[in-house]
């Protein structure tokens, strides 16, 4: 408990999923939490929820793939709270194809939402860090974003992530901003349910999973409440790698 306390904290794409279990986490640690989506009811739901623990959470509206929406956002927390301290990038969809069987839309849309979102929430959210002189960002990529997979799309805009961070992290560090990504494997959520779906496809990939079993929400959110807090003061540009050993192989 406390390990948040005090601070702000912006995630995206936090209606459901592993965002939502961020936004849970940060408020038991005491963080002043707004998370934001495209899936309004179901955001909705959520801060309810989480108020009901006592904590303080809003839900806005927030398309990532939007510069308006993300100022419009930041300018309202900047208003109410005065300051943002921690910004998480966990907004992205999945396409499950690989480089033929992609469209040049499928390519576009996916480059906006995993790629171009998280540089457009960076963008939005230095202005109040900088006169902050302070501030952790951590951006979700993937294991996709490691090492090649059969998702060629998702594998390309998730490896952009990881170097847009180290980008950040090496122009912001003297502004005190820190900026990290994250790697996880296969997680239960609704993005993998079409996945893990087929008894075949699940089995090869717990095969290639040293640990044994797929991850849930809160294995990824635990690393993300670290790379946020105050915790790893001296930890950025890194990749903080959730995977079960998947890529130690
Ligand atoms: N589930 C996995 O196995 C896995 C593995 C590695 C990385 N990831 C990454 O983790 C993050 C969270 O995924 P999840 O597993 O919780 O999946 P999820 O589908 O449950 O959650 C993703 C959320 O992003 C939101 N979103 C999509 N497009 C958006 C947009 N344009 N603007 C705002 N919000 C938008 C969705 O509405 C949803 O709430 C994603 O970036 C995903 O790529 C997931």
């Known amino acids: 408990m406390g390990r948040l306390l005090g601070k702000v904290a912006l995630i995206s794409g936090g209606a459901r999923g592993q965002g939502a279990e961020e936004a849970r986490l940060f408020i038991q640690e005491g963080a002043k939490v707004v998370f934001t989506d495209i ?3 179901e955001g909705k739901k959520i801060e309810a929820e989480l108020n009901e623990l006592g904590g303080e959470a809003r839900y806005m509206h927030l398309d990532v793939t939007d510069e308006s929406q993300w100022d419009l956002v930041v300018s309202k927390i900047v208003e109410i709270y005065g300051k943002i301290d921690i ?10 194809k690989g480089v033929e069987e992609t469209s040049e839309e499928e390519w576009d849309r996916i480059q906006n939402v ?3 979102g ?3 929430g960076i963008k939005s959210v230095l202005p109040p860090m900088k006169n902050a002189g302070s501030g952790s960002i951590v951006n979700i990529s993937s294991v996709a974003g490691l090492i090649g997979s059969a998702y060629a799309a998702y594998g390309a805009s998730k490896g952009a992530v990881r170097l847009l961070t180290k980008s950040t992290a090496v122009q912001y560090g003297p502004a005190g901003i820190r900026c990290n990504s994250v790697h996880p494997g296969i997680i239960e959520t609704d993005m993998t349910e079409n996945m893990l779906s087929d008894p075949e496809i699940a089995e090869q990939r717990l095969q290639n999973t040293p640990l044994g079993t797929f991850a849930v929400a809160s294995d990824v959110a635990y690393a993300v409440l670290y790379l946020a807090s105050d915790e790893s003061r001296y930890v950025t540009g890194s990749e903080l790698v959730i995977d079960g050993g998947l890529t130690a192989k």
């Open 87 to 96: 910004l998480v990038n966990n907004a992205g969809i999945l396409i499950e």
């Open 118 to 120: 998280v540089f457009l």
């Open 39 to 41: 899936l309004d009811e």
């Open 114 to 116: 995993n790629s171009k």
